[in-house]
């Protein structure tokens, strides 16, 4: 079955700068791409999401890049806010609907 | 409209009891996956129904069943409860029909087994 790997599992980072979570997946056949963000005790929302036919894609601060050949998919959140501290989960889905999930990273953005 | 609801919040329950989780998708939506998520963990999934059919199941024992009703709604069943049953337990909702659809979840039941 599908494998994801996540890093780092926990990233500081200065309010104002850049966050960056990796993910890799093993499946070739994965072609769905979400990332999910859980605040302590809340239910695990939807911030972005990609799919196997785009490169790169953009909302406001966040972004996300998959690189198929190297199956590996990353996470960009840029000039980030105290608002931005939670636990990013990335998440790979091939042809059989569930989502595997890698292990989180949480990220605290100090003001 | 209404997002995904899950009851109850929390249970307490002690090994070997038998427990039922409920879930309402999303307005629209008529696939339901459920997902375990131990502290510290990114959720596993259990399995999926659709059509009121098991489409796709993790690798969870038969401890874990559920249903699905004609309304979308669904049920999560465990048997013969374990410590290490102690979890929140995600339901999401999609349309279903691809697995691109974007998943919605629920709050989530805290289970607690002692």
């Known amino acids: 079955g599908e494998n994801v790997e996540q890093h780092p599992s926990t990233l500081s980072v200065q309010e104002g700068d850049s966050a960056v979570i990796k993910c890799t997946y093993s499946d070739s056949a994965s072609n769905y791409f979400p990332w999910y963000k859980q605040e302590l005790g809340k239910r695990p929302q939807l911030i972005i999401d990609i799919r196997s036919n785009v490169g790169e894609k953009k909302d406001q601060r966040i972004a996300v890049t998959l690189n198929k050949t190297a199956k590996h998919f990353s996470l960009h959140i840029t000039e980030t806010q105290p608002e931005d501290s939670a636990v990013y989960f990335c998440?790979?889905?091939?042809?059989?609907?569930?989502?595997?999930f890698g292990a989180g990273t949480t990220v605290t953005v100090r003001a | 409209d209404a997002g995904v609801t899950q009851s109850p919040t929390h249970l307490i329950k002690t090994r070997g009891q038998q427990v039922t989780l409920r879930c309402s998708p999303k307005s629209g939506h008529d696939t339901v996956s459920w997902y375990q998520q131990a502290l510290g963990q990114g959720p596993q999934f259990i399995f999926q129904y659709y059509e009121e059919e098991e489409r796709q199941r993790g690798n969870f024992p038969d401890r874990f069943s559920g249903h699905q009703f004609p309304n979308y709604s669904s049920e999560l069943n465990v048997n013969a409860l374990l410590l290490g049953d102690s979890a929140l337990y995600l339901c999401?909702?999609?349309?279903?029909?691809?697995?691109?659809?974007?998943?919605?979840f629920g709050p989530g039941t805290r289970l607690t087994v002692l």
């Open positions: 999401a909702s999609s349309s279903g029909l691809w697995n691109t659809d974007t998943q919605y």
């Open positions: 998440a790979a889905s091939n042809r059989d609907y569930k989502l595997s």
